[in-house]
């Protein structure tokens, strides 16, 4: 009998956070677009953590957003608790965190999908890629047919050679019990891809009726919520908001857990996958952080109609009896129900380094590669890449010129820029620690940032693009505006800064410097700026921060144009590094492994010194001009 055979511009494998991206993405640029998953059930799942954003990766979903991802209007439509964390800190940390209905999150996606023109939704294994002379042809499923394509996208997160693991068992199926991806690994590898096995763990969910909240410290959303999108009216997310709930681990849990650590996967060499370091299980927590007496346990809802709460801070892969004594030992868990056992999970995934900047294989062209089959955690991280793996994929089909964001522009440029050219042996996190720029890359500038990119690419509407200018402008005027309104040393004036705990003034000053100062701000001062306009929230927002962080802005942005300076040092591609003299083995060989596109780029490899890169400096002088030279005489 003859096989199923069609033929597509696009195929994404996998329809979890970053192939709902990548779909989306490639679908809405008028590409023919399937997209392959398990199960139709687990479009866009949530198997761990019930919520979207937190620190650093609220600036990640806010860039999505910006560049006409899907995440941020999602959560906007589903989330049940909202609150921006580090909210006492500097804009800079500022970050938006949600609370998210589970089943209406991944319902409310799966609506979008199954809703886009030129997407094709498709339950199915895919088992091989099909590869010719190097390029990507498509994709073979297990039953055998074949989905020809000018562009494939791998987003297949934890589900490659699964393998659930808690106490002595263990089973080969994927998040939730779903269905593994057993068949993929072996093709990538005949393909010459390398893989990593990596692994993550989910603590228990609990059943509601058998916990004390009388015993645990409740946690409320904000009163006034910010939404993710920037496309989403911020009266439509001001609603009743459910709480979450802080309990901590004891001296007893760690003893339980000390006295187990024999049967804990992890240490008893039963599982071999590395899992992440800044998201540890609480064994690991307990062994690693010996002097703490204490570790915080966060108990959330799962949603609006179920039962099951999530303890965060707990995820283990101790045995189910050990599940129990150790959860009954935390304050308010005494009587505690589990609903489904905490456990670990190992998967397949790729070494990034193979990577381009664009999330391209170096070796397989129209081959592309997003989320946690990338070496990352989170959900936030695997948008962020799906959503690029599929713009990217959808300009290579239509030969227009790719997407690579840099590390001054956006989070999403640190991320992919730290996957590509460092070496992680680990699930790779995003914290805003890791931005060296972040007081410009902050969450509440991601769309004056980036939707010029989103409206070239074709994701973002000349109607939301051109709000987004006039935003600018008005921004920019108000900004030059207050800094030629002039405020006298009168009595009003000196009995209000008194009152605000602020220095008296001693001469004349501008409303601009009165902003400065770290106890004012732009909307305390209005009583004195009475040709002051109406102008909107978002726009105020943006007046205040640029006005009071003005000399660190100034500060940051110059050293923007020396990283560009590095940036714009660009490497022909065809250079052998075996010709370049005086470059130490090591170095030489993490340059011929990574190809970097600029100077810039070469410098933040691993292994790579700053005398390497003062050798490769002096040969590419030399190099370009030979080059010129050749050109020249042709």
């Known amino acids: 009998m003859p096989n199923v055979s069609e033929e597509y511009d696009i195929v994404v494998v996998g329809a979890g956070h970053a192939g709902c991206e990548a779909a989306l993405a490639c679908a809405r640029l008028s590409l023919k677009t399937i997209v392959f998953t398990v199960s139709v059930d687990s479009i866009a799942l949530m198997p761990c953590n019930p919520n979207i954003g937190g620190s650093s990766k609220g600036h990640l979903v806010r860039e999505l957003d910006a560049l006409g991802g899907e995440m941020g209007k999602n959560i906007d439509k589903t989330f049940i608790q909202s609150k921006m964390l580090n909210a006492s800190k500097g804009p800079a940390v500022h970050s938006l965190r949600a609370q998210a209905d589970k089943q209406a999150y991944t319902r409310s996606m799966r609506e979008v999908l199954e809703n ?37 996208v791998l987003c297949t997160g934890t589900y490659l050679k699964a393998r659930c693991i808690y106490g002595d068992i263990s089973n080969y199926t994927g998040p939730n019990g779903l269905q593994p991806a057993n068949h993929l690994t072996d ?45 989403t009216d911020p009266t439509t997310v001001q609603k009743e908001q459910v709480s979450c709930w802080l309990t901590y681990t004891n001296e007893k849990t760690h003893e339980i857990i000390r006295n187990n650590l024999d049967r804990s996967p992890l240490y008893s060499g ?66 505690v129900k589990i609903v489904r056992n905490a456990y670990a999970i190992e998967y397949d995934c790729i ?64 991320l992919i820029d730290d996957l590509v050219t460092k070496e992680n042996h680990e699930p790779y996190r995003m914290m805003t620690s890791r931005a060296e720029y972040r007081l410009l890359l902050r969450q509440d500038n991601a769309d004056i940032r980036l939707s010029k990119i989103g409206h070239e690419v074709g994701l973002i509407s ?57 106890e004012l701000n732009y909307e305390l001062l209005k009583d004195f700026d009475p040709e002051r306009p109406d102008l909107p929230d978002e726009v105020i927002y943006q007046v205040n921060i640029n006005i009071k962080y003005e000399g660190y802005i100034t500060r940051q942005l110059r050293q923007v144009g020396q990283f560009k300076k590095l940036e714009n040092r660009l490497i022909d591609e065809n250079i052998d590094y075996n010709d370049v003299p005086s470059l130490r083995n090591e170095a030489r060989q993490k340059l011929i492994n990574v190809k970097p596109l600029s100077i810039g780029q070469a410098s933040r490899i691993s292994g790579v010194s700053p005398a390497d890169i003062s050798v490769l400096l002096v040969y590419l002088e030399q190099y370009n001009h030979e080059k010129s030279q050749k050109e020249n005489n042709n």
């Open 116 to 152: 886009t023109d030129n997407l094709t939704i498709r339950q199915a294994e895919v088992s091989e890629i099909i590869v010719e002379d190097n390029i990507i042809k498509g994709v073979k499923t297990f039953s055998g047919a074949v989905y020809r394509a000018k562009a494939v």
């Open 351 to 414: 070494n990034p380094m193979q990577l381009k900047s664009t999330l391209e294989f170096k070796k397989i062209s129209g081959l592309y590669s997003g989320g946690q089959f990338n070496g990352s955690s989170g959900y936030e991280e695997a948008a962020a890449q799906g959503l690029i793996a599929g713009i990217n994929a959808a300009m290579h089909v239509l030969n227009r010129k790719e997407v690579v964001l840099d590390r001054s522009q956006a989070y999403i440029g640190v």
């Open 270 to 335: 039963t599982i071999h996958g590395t899992g992440p370091r800044y998201c540890p299980s609480i064994e690991d927590k307990v062994v690693r952080f010996a002097d703490k007496d204490r570790h915080q346990v966060f108990v959330e809802p799962e949603g609006l109609y179920t039962n099951e709460m999530y303890l965060g801070g707990m995820s283990s892969s101790l045995p189910e009896d050990v599940q129990y004594e150790m959860y009954r030992t935390v304050k308010g868990l005494e009587n």
């Open 187 to 231: 093709s990538l590898k005949a393909n010459g891809i390398e893989m990593f096995r990596f692994k993550t763990g989910t603590p228990a969910r609990a059943d509601k009726r058998s916990i004390d909240f009388s015993k645990m410290e409740e946690q409320f959303g904000d009163e006034k919520v910010v939404p993710f999108s920037f496309t």
């Open 462 to 518: 000349d109607e939301r693009y051109n709000h987004v200018v006039e935003k600018e402008k008005m921004i920019e005027e108000e900004i030059k505006r207050v800094a030629t309104v002039n405020i006298g040393a009168n009595k009003e004036v000196q009995k209000f800064l008194t009152e605000n705990n602020s220095t008296p003034l001693k001469t004349g000053t501008t409303l601009s410097e009165l902003i400065k100062r770290p």
